[in-house]
């Protein structure tokens, strides 16, 4: 894949040597058809979650005793869970949930991230010593488990499992951002700017954090897939979003009781949280090769 | 290199210090009182503050972490609640099976995730690459645990390969143990497989097309040669680095795989101690978890660092 990235960008570069970075950007990051079709689930994800009501066939909640376990269908064409509820439905409302953790613990867990690695990069000393081992610290126990750990602690619910998987994912933030102030305060234009006069908060803020943006646009894009396949974790240990409220994790858990008669019921929310994480996972790679060529490899 | 040696002990040992404080506050707010849970609903106030005396837990915070961690240094994890076991005797009776099972799927990711990596390298571009990358892509997408579901659909359930679930240690009845292993270690490392695959492809592409390949490529070396003996041995240092990270994912996958196919380890000790609000065994748990993870990327990091000088320095 990265040859056709390479081939494509020699095509790119012979032909759009005085266009702008902003084209070549684009042409780059769409040369692929996996990327095209990447953001395609994406965006049907987006509106999925958006536009549930609208586009479910039936209630996500409604129970119909008629229509216990019932196999695909025209009328339900996932079929029915125990209680009668149509699948289809339910992994269409299930998009909200994924798209909210997503969206909503990786702004915390950057926000955060960036913030401490900023100042942790900038102020040096002691005070970097004790962040960065406490960042250690957090990645060496394996992030499931402390974000099992946290939803014991804080109990399960929405709030609390984007919470806990905002906290569990901020190291990785704080490390890439304290590596780029390092990198960056040594590079020439930086020392230029300090014999300018230029403090040094001042120099931080303006020039390493547009200096960051490459690396963390990638970073953000990839962390989607990671905190969307961690929620469906927790719901499926039955630590993470309470039922009868509809995800993906535990309708897998839910299905798995019927594997033999109706192993769709878990295959199909399966396929869903596969899906969207495949698609994060193009797209963040694809904006790795487009933004920054020198990136390749290193997240 | 002694000077890096114990530089990166001191660091893990730090570290091992903000885990164990980050562990025990994090269970200073677990629901329930550890008092009541053991005595039941019907103890008196009094009984529960006699337990909560002996338990030592009316004693400030500070007290009852130094207590805490001065007794772990010793192995001595506490008294389960749900159990009326030692942790250390529980930990020890579950932490082999989670062992085991990591360490056949980390051998198991490396051993096809690095020689598919370098296939891809050399062959990039063609079919062979991008069937790698594409399962490469899904591995690093599949939950280890709906992975675990399909697997028991097809090749417990239509095809009867393998038993649904159950552990037998090896050494008890090998061929039963083994049937029973080897879904739960492929689930386990397909992600790390994944990843290795990834990474050793991008840093052979990345060795290959340095200068001194060319120049081993233009002395009229044979490809292999130049493969084995000069892409591999520089591309293989990121993919070491690999191994410390996938360690920790692969210790947290057995928390659902462990769950999935039934095996009495330390992932389903974990969840099981939650739901039984038995909040001695979470903490010796994850404290354990966490040393063990602290540890290997500690003999990683030395290892690495006799591979390669340049790290030691930094």
Known sequence: MTTEIIASEKVVEQEVENTSNTLRFFRVFLARKTVVASLAIILIMIICAIFAPLIAPFDPYKQDYTQVLADPSLAHPLGTDLVGRDVLSRIIYGSQAALLVGIVSVAIASVIGIILGLFSGYVGGLIDAIIMRAMDALMAIPPIILAVVFVAAFGGGLTNVIITLGLSLVPTYARL???QVLAIRESDFIVAQELMGSTNLRNMIKHVLPNCISPLIVLITLNFGVAILAEAGLSF???GIVPPKAAWGSMINDGYKYLLSNPIL?????MAVVLVVVAFNIVGDALRDALDPRLKGTL | MIAFIIRRLLQTVIVLIMVSLIVFSILQVLPGDP???LLGPEA??????QIREELGLNRSLPVQYFTWVGHAIQGDLGKSIAFREDVTGIIGEHLPKTIYISILSMVLAIIIGVPAGIIAAIKRGGKIDSLISVVANFGMAVPAFWLAVLCIYFFSLKLGWFPVQGYTSPFEDLWLSTQQVIMPVICLAFAALASFAR??????LEVIMQDFTRTARSKGLKEGTIIIKHTLKNAIIPVITLVGLQVRNIVGSTIFIEQVFNIPGM????????????????????LVIAIIVALTNLLIDISYGYADPRIRIK
């Open chain 2, 35 to 37: 008092a009541r849970t």
């Open chain 1, 177 to 179: 951002m304290r590596g």
């Open chain 2, 44 to 49: 008196s106030p009094e009984q529960v503050e």
């Open chain 1, 266 to 270: 878990s295959f199909a929310p399966g």
């Open chain 2, 199 to 204: 990474q050793t492809r991008s840093a052979m």
């Open chain 2, 267 to 286: 992932g389903r000790l974990v969840v099981q101690s939650i739901f039984n609000q038995d909040f001695v065994v979470v903490q010796g748990c994850v």
């Open chain 1, 237 to 239: 240990l039955g630590l």
